[in-house]
């Protein structure tokens, strides 16, 4: 009896459907992504404008790590934080507790940047050696890209010059036949968008291997051969479609060449959408899964764009990153005892880190807070809480049939 009482008991939560269940506000689920975002960005970014970075960021490294990791994590915890949190400091400024914890962000990220590229600063952080910092300036150059008169325009001329400076010193090597062709183009699209001198041939050539690797349906293979893994939206949709947005504004691409880019960005984003289950997880599976919230980046920036499939409605986009998030972030085991992340998916487990991952690398997570760069006004945070399309399909209410797109 007691065990058919338990039975009972679960068959009739199970069967609640999410319109039973509270769901927050958009006010509350900013408030949130707000609260979240900032406790992941603010220890980078507090120590680096006091010039404390690379005493108090603690440095842990995967099993079998392979790089140089004092010359590369910091720079990684750089770029990949500011990438994501450059929409939000973009907002410009107001009387409310957001916004003068938006203003504080900005302000400390000013004298940061300025830091990280003094030579006489104990938080200097190089572009010269390794390969790997061709990576993360092209996070760096995507932040400034995102947030241009929020975080470049008001850096002085002496900073500004040694950023260009730190990356035209990238020239001097060369990363990956993948996905690393999009950062040497990017950042230097950055560099054509300030009216400095660019590398044609490598921002070309970048374009030109992401078309010839597009194997079909929104997905473009990571190099010659094709990787299951969330690095369309870690790295190449997001930067593809911005730095040909630059090309186009500065008449050096086709605007046809941005729309396609921008469609099948569209068309990935549906994939992301649609793997976020009615619980808020969501496969973790190929490299890199450390990232966390990077892998809705895609999904995150077309929100930001308001470019979403007419039948993604925004408010459904912000219910299910916002469950996603809460499962990460509401508790501590993605954190040390000083704020910072650790090495794993959803808790401390350096085991499934890859060999290029330390602690800077993990700073990729503010991806996915891309959608924060909408203002509190937007629909995406007024509208009601909407069911997102796991939970429908799973609670058995109609949804749109998923089918392939020719482009």
Known sequence: MKYKLIFSALLICS???HAQKKA??????????????????YPVIHNLANETLKKNMPVEKAPGYGLNVNKVTYLEALGRTIAGVAPWLALPDDDTAE??????????????LANSVN??????????????????????????LRAPKALWEPLDEVTKKRFVEEFKSLRTRSGAYNNWLLFSG????????IGEQYDPARVQFSINKMKEWYVGDSWYSDGEKFSMDYYNSYVIHPMLVDLLKVLVDKKKAQKADYDLALKRMVRYSEYLERIISPEGTYPAYGRSITY?????????????MEKLPEYVKPAQVRGAL?????????GKQNFDDQGWLVLGFNGHQPEVADTYTSTGSLYMATLGFLTLGLPADNKFWTDPPAPWT???AWSGESIKKDYKVEY
Do not use: C
Request: aromatic share 10%; glycine share 4%.
């Open 15 to 17: 069967q609640l459907t």
């Open 119 to 144: 030579p006489e600063s104990p938080d200097y952080i190089s572009y010269r050696s390794e390969s790997q910092p061709i990576v993360d300036a092209a996070y760096v150059a995507h932040a400034f």
């Open 186 to 193: 990017l950042t230097e699209g950055f560099l054509l968008s």
């Open 99 to 112: 916004g003068k914890l938006r203003k504080n962000m900005r302000t400390e990220l000013l004298k940061a």
């Open 322 to 330: 916002s469950k996603v998030m809460h499962n990460l972030y509401d």
């Open 24 to 41: 927050s506000t958009g006010a509350e689920d900013r408030a949130f992504w707000v609260k979240t975002l900032n406790r992941i960005a």
């Open 390 to 392: 796991s939970l429908k």
């Open 292 to 304: 966390r919230t990077a892998a809705f980046q895609a999904l995150a920036q077309t929100a930001l």
